[in-house]
């Protein structure tokens, strides 16, 4: 995947963070093999749903865009209007309460939203891998922390993410949370390369979010943050 390819969709009207195209493209050049044509993909916190509209260009898979803060009507929209209204079907639901069957799903993916709702021991293993079937990867990318938080990290983090500091964790503590469950065949987690370029995309994107982040890059974010990527195969 290319994330050049989607550049004129990298605006204030889509973006909603760092570039998540460019996060799911370095974790979709880790996973392997991708799901196919005949696969179903659960994109969970799409968002606008760039993630989910990628996933189905890229893979040709029919994907669930879930998203709790933008509704599914607005979702459905912008899938018609990029031409992928018939293989992308718009959730709007609480990521604790699917309606999904267990192992409905060759890939479950989550770009820049997963640590809002799966940051407790035993969530992975009890919420996400049953809908996972067998064979199926889990691909999650998400804000972390170069170092485990000191006196002064918390600090800094305390006064640009306020309320949401306790949400960034370093790749020990994502693998931790990921569990050891029989059912999971491989794991790997580590720092993505995609940071700053995320970043600056955003960072220039005009949103009045990114003008406030834009304040705290040299000081907190590029020193002391990262992204972490996780990919799960399930046995």
Same mark, same amino acid.
């Given at each position: 995947?290319?994330?050049?390819?989607?550049?004129?969709?990298?605006?204030?009207?889509?973006?909603?963070?760092?570039?998540?195209?460019?996060?799911?493209?370095?974790?979709?050049?880790?996973?392997?093999?991708?799901?196919?044509?005949?696969?179903?993909?659960?994109?969970?916190?799409?968002?606008?749903?760039?993630?989910?509209?990628?996933?189905?260009?890229?893979? &040709?898979?029919?994907?669930?865009?879930?998203?709790?803060?933008?509704?599914?009507?607005?979702?459905?929209?912008?899938?018609?209007?990029?031409?992928?209204?018939?293989?992308?079907?718009?959730?709007?639901?609480?990521?604790?309460?699917?309606?999904?069957?267990?192992?409905?799903?060759?890939?479950?993916?989550?770009?820049?939203?997963?640590?809002?709702?799966?940051?407790?021991?035993?969530?992975?293993?009890?919420?996400?891998?049953?809908?996972?079937?067998?064979? &199926?990867?889990?691909?999650?990318?998400?804000?972390?922390?170069?170092?485990?938080?000191?006196?002064?990290?918390?600090?800094?983090?305390?006064?640009?993410?306020?309320?949401?500091?306790?949400?960034?964790?370093?790749?020990?503590?994502?693998?931790?949370?990921?569990?050891?469950?029989?059912?999971?065949?491989?794991?790997?987690?580590?720092?993505?390369?995609?940071?700053?370029?995320?970043?600056?995309?955003?960072?220039?994107?005009?949103?009045?979010?990114?003008?406030?982040?834009?304040?705290?890059?040299?000081?907190?974010?590029?020193?002391?943050?990262?992204?972490?990527?996780?990919?799960?195969?399930?046995?």
């Amino acid at each position: 995947m290319n994330p050049e390819h989607y550049r004129p969709y990298l605006t204030r009207e889509y973006l909603m963070g760092p570039n998540s195209l460019r996060i799911l493209s370095e974790l979709l050049d880790r996973a392997h093999p991708l799901p196919g044509p005949d696969a179903l993909i659960l994109d969970l916190g799409c968002g606008t749903g760039l993630t989910s509209y990628a996933l189905c260009r890229e893979t &040709g898979a029919r994907v669930y865009a879930n998203d709790l803060w933008v509704s599914g009507e607005e979702n459905a929209a912008r899938f018609a209007a990029w031409g992928v209204g018939d293989r992308v079907t718009p959730v709007h639901e609480n990521a604790d309460h699917l309606h999904f069957a267990p192992e409905s799903f060759d890939a479950i993916v989550s770009i820049d939203s997963y640590h809002y709702f799966a940051g407790s021991e035993g969530y992975f293993e009890q919420r996400i891998l049953p809908f996972l079937k067998p064979g &199926g990867v889990a691909i999650f990318g998400v804000p972390g922390i170069r170092e485990e938080f000191d006196t002064q990290t918390e600090a800094l983090f305390a006064d640009w993410a306020a309320g949401e500091a306790y949400m960034f964790r370093s790749v020990r503590q994502w693998r931790h949370l990921l569990g050891n469950s029989p059912e999971i065949a491989s794991v790997w987690v580590g720092e993505l390369d995609c940071f700053e370029a995320a970043w600056q995309d955003w960072l220039v994107s005009g949103h009045e979010y990114a003008r406030r982040d834009g304040e705290f890059w040299e000081s907190t974010i590029r020193p002391h943050s990262n992204f972490v990527g996780m990919i799960v195969q399930k046995r």
